[in-house]
């Protein structure tokens, strides 16, 4: 039977990671809006068309639209696959469109997993974190320096690289968005019994085993 699973927690509580670990575990698919917007551009379909022309313009990207290309992706898929929701829904009329979505493929929402987090300690993990510009592997400033200061254990390159928006500022700008309008939709999934909390500033193996124990149970 097909697990439908959605993740919630703000930007870098580790819900992209926690996603991928349980595709093969539970026969899943991790869906990521964020891949499927780039996806769907690459594929220069009538829908990537109209998804590339809002994202040049630097608009909001409709949730109509959104919902139309979640869907063409769960249609893809076969009616065993489980799905593991990275990034939607994040406001009320996205968790509406989702259940609706979800109806008409005759699929249902099994557990909502909301990865909680400190926001102090969010800031801290996410602003000292960069990777090897070669290989990719990641570092922390506090938590995991390379082993040879200035060279990658992996590959042994010796560059390095940050995101631009791993900064105090946008973290917190980040924070206090999820708390408006994505906290929000927890009481919707509260009221039907599918929601359980982590906590998502344990390790990546803790929290990976706390979620194995709710989907086991």
Known sequence: MALEIIFLGPPGAGKGTQASKLEDAYNAVQLSTGDMLRA????????????KEIMDAGKLFPDALMAQILGEYVDKLDAEKGIIFDGFPRTEPQAGLLDELLSQRGRSLDHVIELAVDEDALVD???????????GEGY???HKLPKTEGVCDVCGATEFKRRPDDNEETVRTRMAEYRAKTEPILPIYEARGLVSRVDGMASIEEVAASIRAILDA
């Open 40 to 51: 769907a551009v690459k594929e220069g379909s009538e829908v990537g068309k109209m998804a």
């Open 125 to 135: 993990r996410i602003t000292g974190r960069f990777t090897c510009a070669n290989c």
């Open 140 to 142: 922390h400033d506090r």
